[in-house]
């Protein structure tokens, strides 16, 4: 605990309103009353990050932060939980939070209850306020532009009381806290099923006559087959970016990006979206639902199911299953083989693997029956990660909506049911 920490009222505030919190001037609203205004730099100081090179770390539990989030692990620690990283340097700074005992190195700041100046700041509180706040305001620099401290210090935020802070901050929190139970049952139930692939068509378990094949052996009621005989590929593309009327349309359009944001292997959104004159005009198609799609380039070998029709850019192969083969079972096994695909990629500016290499592949292919009904097995599965990935987007377009309402004042504790955001613990 800091020994210099005070109480709210012991804080000289800017009473006349001289300097309006950034979110009540975006949100034209007034602070409630019993709010008090604040500038950053009397409530907290900023921590530096430590200099941790990668070849320094020795792997265990304790996170290690960076500007854009959690960059590593470390057997040791330096800084106590709970506590707020916020980024420094670098393009798009962070706001994160550790419930572990964590590190940060030097292109962060952190926060925690030993840098706080006050004793009436919830520290979960600042976090989701600081969630709210722009930070892209106060950078400077032109070659690595970072976090101005002063700027920082000087920004005001507005203050309930810390019983409100607490439940604005249980709220949130519990919402988060679904959206990570979620997650983390999607992952578990994504590992059973490529467990459940890897022990019948990997390690061959269910299967006891087997021979020589130009991969290996493999059971005799396998098929030693090219990727492109159980599947049909095509490229993606990119309308004029300079063409306004080929954006902001009705027609999903993924990139690499959207996919390694992804929390699991399926896709039913797209952060852009082209008109059908976009569409007409670039050699993107559009993908039936449940096709495979496979980062190509930069990225390599990174594979989602869409769920619905979709086209992508040229960072893509398309993939369609024929009769031979089913979606799920087409997924599993592309992740499989993901370490042959990333070998086969080449390129002067950044690695890509061709459709004509990716069909090259070879593969020993169970028969269809077997395929049949590993796929009937394991969709039950995916249908759940499916269902609870949508409950995720209303959790967190809930939470987005609740922010910064809550953060003004806008809406208050009172006007909530609390019952109704109990988070479920099953796992």
């Not at 309006?20 to 709010?35: A, E, M």
């Not at 106060?138 to 810390?162: C, H, Q, W």
């Not at 370490?339 to 020993?364: H, M, V, W």
């Not at 009937?376 to 609870?388: H, K, S």
């Amino acid at each position: 605990m800091n020994p210099e920490q005070q109480s709210l009222s012991d804080i000289e505030l800017d009473s006349d309103n001289s300097k309006k919190p950034y979110n009540l001037r975006r949100q034209s609203v007034n602070q409630p009353d019993s709010w008090n205004i604040c500038s950053l730099g009397d409530l907290l100081e900023l921590e530096y990050g430590t200099s941790l090179p990668k070849k320094e770390r020795e792997n265990g539990p304790y996170p290690v932060f960076g500007s854009n989030g959690r960059s590593g692990w470390h057997s040791d620690y330096h800084i106590e939980a709970p506590g707020i990283i916020v980024g420094r340097k670098g393009v798009n700074l962070g706001i994160k939070w550790s419930d572990k005992d964590f590190n940060v190195i030097d292109t962060a700041y952190f926060i925690n209850s030993n840098t706080l100046n006050t004793t009436d700041l919830d520290l979960r509180f600042l976090y989701y306020n600081l969630l709210d706040f722009d930070l892209d305001r106060l950078k400077s620099g032109s070659a690595v532009p970072g976090l101005n401290r002063d700027e920082f210090y000087s920004e005001t935020i507005v203050v309930p009381p810390i019983t409100e802070q607490k439940k604005i901050a249980f709220i949130l929190e519990n919402l988060d806290r679904q959206i990570e139970v979620n997650n983390r049952i999607n992952k578990n139930l994504e590992d059973v099923v490529q467990t459940l692939f890897t022990h019948q068509f990997v390690n061959f378990g269910p299967y006891d006559d087997f021979e020589d094949s130009p991969i290996g052996e493999v059971p005799k009621c396998f098929d030693i087959l090219d990727m492109g005989d159980i599947c049909s590929t095509r490229g993606g593309g990119t309308p004029s970016t300079e063409n306004d009327e080929y954006w902001e349309g009705d027609n999903l359009w993924l990139t690499p990006k959207d996919v390694t944001s992804l929390n699991t292997k399926m896709v039913f959104d797209t952060t852009r979206k082209i008109t059908d004159k976009g569409l007409n005009n670039s050699s993107t198609k559009i993908m039936p639902k449940k096709s495979v799609l496979l980062t190509s380039r930069a990225t390599v070998g990174e594979v989602v199911v869409n769920r619905e029709p979709m086209g992508t850019n040229q960072g893509f192969i398309c993939i369609q299953p024929n009769e031979r083969v089913e979606t799920y079972y087409l997924s599993c096994l592309l992740k499989n083989k993901r370490p042959e695909i990333e070998s086969r990629a080449s390129g002067s500016t950044y690695d890509e693997i061709s459709q004509t290499s990716f069909n090259e592949i070879k593969l020993a292919v169970p028969p269809k029956e077997d395929i049949e009904r590993f796929e009937n097995r394991v969709e039950d599965l995916y249908e759940e990660i499916y269902t609870r990935e949508l409950q995720n987007r209303k959790l967190e377009s809930l939470r987005d909506t609740l922010l910064p309402k809550l953060m003004s004042g806008e809406i208050r504790v009172n006007d909530i049911n609390l019952e109704d955001l109990e988070v479920d613990n099953e796992v």
